[in-house]
Every structure is written in C-alpha cells, then in structure tokens.
C-alpha cells in the first residue's frame, strides 16, 4: 500500500475519530461473520461410506523420492542427516499421522458407516462418486486437493488435521477433534452443527495454444527444469490424442477443476533471468516480470507487468493473499508519521496505537468463506509510461486475464498448475454451483 493511500485512509472524518478516540462497536470476527450465515441442518447427518483421504507424511515423501536408487533405511538416515533433518523426528510425526489416520477409521466404522482410506495419489473422481462423504486426514494442502475434485455441492468434505502440533489447519475441525473424533460424529448425528458453504473459483480457457491438461504438483517437489518438462509432456500427449499442433478454443472451455484458495498467474519464476549478451565474456542479467493483460468486471482491458497476479475467495483471504497485502507496524509507523507532519493532526505514535491501527486494517483483508466476491491482488506492480495499475487490489465478480507471458503458468491453489502463456485468456469467476459444503464445530 503507498503511503499517499494510507494517509488519504488515516484522514478520512470518520475513519479518523474511530481511530484517535476508538469505537463501542467492534467488528465481527471471521468466525462470528461466518456463523451469522451458515445454515443449520433440518437433521441430524450420519454418512454411509465415507472416503479418508491421507496426506503424504514428509517421511513418506522422502522414501518416494529415493525409491528407485534403492537406498536402505540406514542410508536414508544418513542423506537425511546431510541435508540436517532428522530421520527420527520424521518418523515420529508419520507415526503420529498414522495413529490419527487410525483413531478416525475405527471411529467411523464403529458406528456401522464403510470406510475407504485413499493415500493422495489414489485420490480420483471414481473415489468422490463413490462416497457420500470425504474426509481430508491432513493439513490444509490434503483439504485444498480434496475440494479440488468435488464438483458436487452436496457432497460434504470435512477435514481433520492429523499433526495439530505442526500444521494449522484452517481449514479442519478445532484441533481437539483430532483427538475426540467420536464426540464430532455424535454431534454430526444430533444435527449439533452448521453447514458452512464455502465459496469456489471456476476457470475457463480460451484462446491459442492452449492445454487445458493440468499437471499434478502435489506429489511432487518440481525444479524449474521439470515444471516446465511435465508442461511439455502433457502437451506431447494431448497433440497425439488430438492430433493437432496447438490447441485452439473459440469459446470459453471451463477447466476440470475449482478453486477453494486462490488463483495464481504468472511467469514460472517470477524470479527468473535472462542473459543477453554484449561481449564474448560479459552478460548482464535482467528480470523477467510477468506480462499480462486484465479487465475487471468486463471494464477495460489493462496492460500490466508485475510479480503476477492472485485472485483468492474468502477462505483464500486468509492465506497467501493475506500475507501478500499485510501491513508491518514498522510501516504503519512510519506512514502515520508523514501523515501526522502532512496534516498537522495530533495523530498519537504510541505502540499501542500503533498496533491498534496495524490490526485493524489487516483484518479489513479477511472475509467470509461464503462471500461471492473474489478478491483480487497485483504482487508488486511495475508502473511507468508504458504500463498502468489502475488498481493494486480490490473486490470483483469477474476477472479476465489475457496472457502475454512466454513461460507462465495458471496454478490452482498451489497444487494443479496449466499452462498459461501468450494467446491464452482466462475468465476467473464464482458460480452457486460450485460452493463447497463443509462443517463447521464449535470448539
């Protein structure tokens, strides 16, 4: 945020006396707002085949990665070790997964309900059709992968969080259901709950070139060099079915896939270099920012080049899109002091005030699940001459991004990524259809 823009904030009349003399009426928390609109159950809800969808345990993953080197346990210690984690403290947090995993499964079949349990790359659309419920046994990674492939708003997902001790879980049950699974399913019976329908992002696709065959990256951690091959091997794949050079869509192709986060577009590395030449031994390195163009809620189209560009829903404003439009107190301090100097208002510095002032507008970034607005967010936009940013952030029913990209990508809540790269327009928005049912427990 510039400081012109906090301190035109800090001057408004009536946002001013709020912040020097304070207000008696405070502003629901996420929690409270999303309580108000949640529906309650007409009954009680007791499922009869539930799926168990498992996280990948860091232990597990280092065994895949290694699997085919043929590497015993004792040598995985070792290359463990180098790399400074611990084999033994691996272990113990799969263990407590497992035992989780366990305290769930007999929990439900206790109660006379079928039970299949899915590792995360078992986990299909024959898997969600078979279910009339799913439970994501992770964090939020195996919440947001499980919700990616439920279409159906009448399929509820729940999540339990199986590592409270490492992992948040905003998005599963209060934590000690981990422990007392049995008492959330008793509450689930006796309707001692509410619906929360959390809103979802859809995507359509299209324009030249494109390849709407998305690749899975959350099994796998990817370098650049294979991001980009597992792009190029889909697409290989998609021309020999089709037997086309380049896919082209006229109309608006809706991608298999919904959104419970965010949305995230641009340059592969938004880091990346490029070296141009000038001499036999020197080059000079120059950063590659991504190159799009937007239009929001069908206005004008905006030539934009910046870090990319997030569109999150309200479950999402609490995750990456948050941390992207934070404010420090380091920085409200500073901007409350050109605005105290500016305007010659008796604007108290004070840490108290301070952090006042900081909290209160970080929490304006968060909204409800069940919001129907997306929220959208230029990372570290590039104005000059030629380019504009008409607005840093803000509130949308409909974003439409235009690619002028040469490596990007479009990646669905940091998990399934699609190609993205010149020619491919993407139209961003929210549908009734597809909000998410899940639960929502008091503590």
């Not at 999303?34 to 085949?49: E, H, L, M, R, V």
């Not at 439920?150 to 590592?163: E, L, Q, R």
């Not at 020197?282 to 934009?304: C, M």
């Not at 000059?384 to 940013?389: I, L, M, P, W």
């Amino acid at each position: 945020m510039s400081c012109r823009s906090v301190v035109n904030f800090l001057c408004l009349r009536s946002r001013a006396v709020t912040l020097l003399y304070g207000s008696s009426v405070r502003r629901p928390s996420l929690l409270q707002t999303a309580q108000n609109i949640s529906s309650q159950p007409d009954a009680g809800f007791k499922p009869t085949k539930v799926a168990v969808v498992t996280k990948t345990t860091r232990y597990e993953f280092e065994q895949q990665r290694y699997r085919y080197s043929g590497l015993s346990e004792e040598d995985l210690k070792q290359l463990l070790a180098m790399k400074g984690s611990s084999y033994s403290g691996l272990l113990e947090r799969h263990n407590i997964h497992t035992r989780n995993v366990d305290h769930i499964v007999n929990s439900l079949q206790r109660e006379g309900i079928e039970v299949r349990v899915v590792r995360r790359g078992e986990y299909d659309e024959e898997v969600v059709r078979w279910a009339d419920t799913i439970i994501s046994a992770g964090g939020d990674g195996t919440m947001l992968l499980v919700a990616s492939k439920v279409f159906s708003k009448d399929k509820p997902v729940v999540g339990v969080n199986t590592d409270p001790e490492r992992s948040e879980g905003h998005l599963c049950l209060p934590v000690r259901y981990t422990h007392a699974f049995p008492e959330a399913l008793e509450k689930l019976c006796r309707g001692e709950f509410k619906w929360l329908w959390r809103q979802r992002i859809r995507l359509h696709l299209e324009g030249t070139g494109i390849n709407p065959t998305p690749v899975d990256l959350h099994e796998q951690q990817l370098s650049l060099e294979q991001h980009n091959q597992a792009h190029r091997i889909t697409t290989m794949e998609s021309q020999r079915r089709t037997g086309t050079l380049n896919d082209s869509f006229s109309k608006p192709n809706l991608l298999p896939v919904r959104s419970l986060n965010e949305i995230f577009i641009g340059e592969s590395l938004s880091s990346r270099v490029k070296c141009k030449s000038f001499k036999p031994h020197l080059t000079l390195s120059l950063h590659r920012a991504s190159y799009y163009e937007i239009s929001v809620d069908d206005g004008p189209w905006e030539k934009q080049k910046s870090s990319g560009l997030s569109i999150c829903t309200g479950t999402g404003s609490k995750a990456w899109s948050y941390n992207i439009n934070k404010l420090v107190e380091q920085a409200v301090e500073d901007v409350l002091k050109i605005g105290k100097s500016q305007t010659g208002l008796n604007i108290p510095l004070n840490q108290e005030f301070i952090q006042r002032v900081t909290d209160e507008y970080n929490e304006s970034l968060v909204f409800s699940p069940e919001d129907r607005r997306l929220f959208f967010s230029v990372r570290e936009p590039i104005v000059n001459r030629v380019f504009s940013n008409g607005r840093q952030r803000g509130f949308a029913k409909k974003v439409c991004v235009r690619s002028r990209c040469w490596d990007a990508c479009m990646v669905v809540d940091g998990g399934t990524s699609f190609e993205f790269n010149d020619g491919a327009i993407a139209t961003i928005s929210m549908s009734t259809e597809d909000q998410l049912r899940t639960v929502l427990l008091e503590n």
